[in-house]
Nanobody, 128 residues
């Protein structure tokens, strides 16, 4: 199983974009999905998580109010809507999941080691 993040690109500060996470032969709705990002020289940072089923969501403080994570079950996709982008949002964005748990929980969802399914990331570059 591999996830695929897409939708990145070059965007001006203050603009918006939507990232998508898709997978083949893997029902995203049955699993939690976390979005992470990694800027050059920095650790991988958890930015959002959405649980399966009840769809509980969590956000990092640095993105709350600007990022929205959501699901489209018909498309077997999870989206990350990014509004009011800032230069510090520049990073490679990854989506991740796991087979052993389904609900995002406070604190744990931010830890990359909690997820065992990853895919290739998508680069977001924000210009000033």
């Amino acid at each position: 199983v591999q996830l695929q993040a897409s939708g990145g690109g070059l965007v001006q500060s203050g603009g918006s974009l939507r990232l998508s996470c898709t997978a083949s032969r893997f029902r995203l709705n049955d699993h939690p999905i976390g979005w992470f990002r990694q800027a050059p020289g920095s650790d991988r940072e958890g930015v959002a998580c959405i649980s399966s089923g009840r769809r509980t969501t969590y956000y990092a403080d640095s993105v709350r109010g600007r990022f929205t994570i959501s699901r489209d079950n018909a498309k077997n996709a999870v989206f990350l809507q990014i509004n009011s982008v800032k230069t510090e949002d520049t990073a490679v964005y990854y989506c991740a999941s796991d087979d052993d748990w389904t609900q995002c929980t406070d604190g744990a969802w931010k830890r990359a080691r909690e997820y065992d399914i990853w895919g290739r990331g998508t680069l977001v570059t924000v210009s000033s």
